[in-house]
């Protein structure tokens, strides 16, 4: 089993910055692929970004690419999600996931994602 803890979310205006951060616990694995995805009212859950413990292979959807920066945080067995120029339709609820899908298009599913967090919200103002 691993646990999955999301902080860091919280009300922001347009171009303004956010740095998510997920705890993980438990059952840890290297071998393990750390996912962020959102999901606002009336919405899917959409992909939002994916790196691999073992390996720097950052992966980002369009819509965040150049805006968003995922990264490992080893010290504390978390992963980030640093989230600037934000926008209006960047308004969710973010979650932390775990899984142990590697090659795309599977990293960009939810179902690929076995462990999940509880979420946190993101609201950017315009």
């Known amino acids: 089993q691993v646990q999955l803890v999301e902080s860091g979310g919280g009300l922001v205006q347009t171009g303004g910055s956010l740095r998510l951060s997920c705890a993980a616990s438990?059952?840890?694995?290297?071998?393990?692929?750390m996912a962020w995805f959102r999901q606002a009212p009336g919405e899917e859950r959409e992909f939002v970004a994916a790196i691999r413990w073992s390996a720097y292979i950052p992966y980002y959807a369009d819509s965040v690419k150049g805006r968003f920066t995922i990264g490992r945080d080893n010290a504390n067995n978390a992963v980030y999600l640093q989230m600037n120029s934000l926008k209006p339709e960047d308004t969710a609820v973010y979650h932390c996931?775990?899984?142990?899908?590697?090659?795309?298009?599977?990293?960009?599913?939810?179902?690929?994602?076995?462990?999940w967090g509880q979420g946190t919200q993101v609201t950017v103002s315009s």
């Open positions: 996931a775990a899984g142990t899908a590697v090659v795309v298009p599977l990293i960009t599913r939810a179902r690929s994602y076995d462990y």
């Open positions: 438990g059952s840890t694995s290297s071998g393990y692929t």
